[in-house]
């Protein structure tokens, strides 16, 4: 057995030796190509959106494969926050309740589906962006989502939100 003295002095060393080991430079910036894309972030305004497309169509068929086992066929029922509503589950859907079409999408990209977040290609997060925002009569069945139109989608419940920003002057984006 090991003191707490004794485990501390083992972990410092452990410490020292995994810090002598090569690694990168940290005094150097990384470059764009060394970021994960789910370390950027997707601003209200559009910035940091990346290139793709996607149609409701095409997000009616990866919801179907991906995404009924938690929101149900239809988007509307299922364990978990239904995108589609309101409904019985929960009145404040993503869909339509969130201020930010560009919320949704960087919310898509970054955490779903659940049991594989990060895995979706920008076009099915686009794509699935689309079919959410559709099914909540957001957008129209013929409107594709892509970094230029995903910004200009005005959410019904933009204006129901307090722009803390507003309060301190400015805005980060």
């Known amino acids: 057995m090991y003191t707490s003295k004794a485990l501390s002095i083992i972990l410092i060393a452990a410490g020292s030796q995994v810090a002598l080991a090569e690694g990168p430079d940290l005094g ?3 470059t764009s190509d060394e970021i994960p894309f789910y370390a950027t972030y997707v601003m209200p305004d559009g910035r940091g959106l990346p290139e793709g497309s996607g149609t409701p ?3 009616a068929e990866i919801f179907a494969a991906q995404c009924t086992e938690c929101h149900g066929i ?15 589950i929960w009145a404040k859907p993503a ?3 969130w201020p930010y ?3 949704l999408f960087d919310y898509i990209r970054r955490a779903m589906p659940l049991d594989h977040p990060k895995s979706l290609s920008n076009d099915q997060a686009y794509a699935l962006a689309a079919f959410i925002l559709e099914r909540n009569g957001v957008i129209d ?6 970094a230029e139109t ?6 019904p419940n933009r204006d129901n939100f307090v722009d ?3 309060t301190q002057g400015a805005k980060p984006w």
């Open 28 to 30: 150097q910036p990384l």
């Open 74 to 88: 239809t988007g509307t029922e299922g364990p978990v926050m239904p995108p589609v509503g309101p409904n019985e």
């Open 101 to 103: 079409a560009t919320t």
């Open 57 to 59: 169509a095409e997000g």
């Open 164 to 166: 803390v920003w507003a």
């Open 150 to 155: 995903l910004p200009m989608v005005e959410m």
């Open 141 to 146: 069945a013929d409107t594709a989502m892509t």
């Open 95 to 97: 869909g339509s309740y």
